[in-house]
């Protein structure tokens, strides 16, 4: 009788923790798309995930509840911390550094040959700022490069490709597109290497995070989700070729070929637990301390990061 109790109460106890919850997830255009790309066939029914092209639009979806989850920058998860008063938990870290200057000539050659230079970049309010002003600053040279922003990757992928701009700040796999239809340009600084050189943190460029209250509501689905992010994100960069096939497929870049070069660069991963947590807090409190208000205004406090 007493096995018999048991039993049943491991049953129960089985049934409880099975949550089919269908999670809406949100992630870009990018390294967070390629990284959950294995998630989107049909294998995994209980995930209905959109690719956006800009942060933008992941950020009002989020904002609105029309997503549970999303793929953001580290800075936006922390704005949005302080924006919806502590209702948004970190899950993991997905991507590391994934930015690249590209010159078409030889001009540079280390980081402080940008000084008395005009470059264009993308992700303006983004980390992507923030990391190019932060390691400027570190250079010694933040006065002495003028910065123009485009809104998009792709339009800074077009003046470079044309000569309309000889050097330009982009993430991967747009470094990739862009090198692919100009064979001149060439990958003159990988800006991890550099922040590598002047600071200790670890550089973190995106996280996946959730409504702390749909975390509290389906914690057995959450942590299916993490099983499963980090499956597909272990897949990606292992296997090359499948993995390049499904991202064009899901319409994140237009060619096998430029998907297989990028995936290397693209440093993707998924970081949980305490290591997330030390790389998070480390990368914004460096974002803090050259802008407060890159990260909201305050760091977030220990309910940010998530914990079984």
């Given at each position: 009788?007493?096995?018999?109790?048991?039993?049943?109460?491991?049953?129960?106890?089985?049934?409880?923790?099975?949550?089919?919850?269908?999670?809406?997830?949100?992630?870009?255009?990018?390294?967070?798309?390629?990284?959950?790309?294995?998630?989107?066939?049909e294998?995994?029914?209980?995930?209905?995930?959109?690719?956006?092209?800009?942060?933008?639009?992941?950020?009002?979806?989020?904002?609105?509840?029309?997503?549970?989850?999303a793929a953001v920058p580290?800075n936006l998860?922390?704005?949005?911390?302080s924006?919806l008063?502590?209702?948004?938990?970190v899950?993991?870290?997905?991507?590391?550094?994934?930015?690249?200057v590209?010159?078409n000539?030889?001009t540079i050659?280390?980081?402080?040959?940008?000084?008395?230079?005009?470059i264009?970049?993308?992700?303006?309010?983004s980390?992507?700022?923030?990391?190019?002003?932060y390691?400027?600053?570190?250079?010694?040279?933040?006065?002495?490069?003028?910065v123009?922003?485009q809104?998009e990757?792709a339009?800074?992928?077009?003046?470079?490709?044309s000569?309309e701009?000889?050097?330009?700040?982009?993430?991967?796999?747009?470094v990739t597109?862009?090198?692919?239809?100009?064979p001149?340009?060439?990958?003159?600084?990988?800006?991890?290497a550099?922040?590598?050189?002047?600071?200790?943190?670890?550089?973190?460029?995106?996280?996946?995070?959730?409504?702390?209250?749909?975390?509290?509501?389906?914690?057995?689905?959450i942590?299916?989700?993490?099983?499963?992010?980090?499956?597909?994100s272990?897949?990606?960069?292992?296997n090359?070729?499948?993995a390049?096939?499904?991202?064009?497929?899901?319409?994140?870049?237009?060619?096998e070929?430029?998907?297989?070069?990028?995936?290397?660069?693209?440093?993707?991963?998924?970081?949980?637990?305490?290591?997330?947590?030390?790389?998070?807090?480390?990368?914004?409190?460096v974002?803090?301390d050259?802008?407060?208000?890159?990260?909201g205004?305050?760091?977030?406090?220990?309910?940010?990061?998530?914990?079984?």
């Amino acid at each position: 009788m007493l096995v018999l109790l048991m039993l049943i109460g491991l049953m129960a106890v089985g049934c409880m923790k099975k949550d089919d919850t269908a999670i809406r997830i949100a992630a870009l255009k990018g390294p967070t798309g390629m990284g959950i790309v294995k998630l989107m066939g049909e294998d995994y029914p209980n995930y209905d995930i959109t690719i956006e092209s800009a942060p933008d639009n992941v950020t009002a979806k989020f904002i609105n509840n029309e997503i549970d989850v999303a793929a953001v920058p580290v800075n936006l998860a922390s704005v949005l911390y302080s924006k919806l008063d502590k209702d948004v938990v970190v899950l993991g870290v997905t991507t590391l550094g994934v930015l690249y200057v590209l010159e078409n000539g030889n001009t540079i050659q280390s980081f402080t040959d940008l000084a008395g230079m005009s470059i264009g970049a993308t992700g303006e309010a983004s980390t992507p700022e923030y990391i190019l002003n932060y390691l400027l600053e570190k250079n010694g040279i933040k006065d002495e490069v003028e910065v123009t922003y485009q809104a998009e990757h792709a339009a800074l992928g077009t003046l470079l490709a044309s000569g309309e701009e000889t050097v330009g700040m982009l993430p991967e796999p747009n470094v990739t597109a862009t090198m692919a239809q100009n064979p001149d340009l060439r990958i003159a600084l990988d800006l991890t290497a550099e922040w590598n050189k002047v600071c200790d943190t670890q550089l973190v460029q995106g996280v996946l995070i959730a409504r702390k209250g749909f975390v509290n509501e389906h914690p057995a689905a959450i942590k299916q989700l993490l099983k499963d992010y980090k499956a597909s994100s272990e897949f990606v960069v292992n296997n090359i070729d499948d993995a390049a096939a499904l991202i064009v497929e899901a319409g994140i870049l237009p060619s096998e070929a430029i998907a297989k070069k990028a995936i290397p660069n693209c440093n993707i991963v998924f970081i949980t637990g305490a290591d997330m947590k030390s790389a998070v807090n480390n990368m914004l409190t460096v974002l803090f301390d050259a802008n407060a208000k890159s990260v909201g205004g305050a760091l977030p406090e220990d309910d940010f990061y998530y914990g079984e």
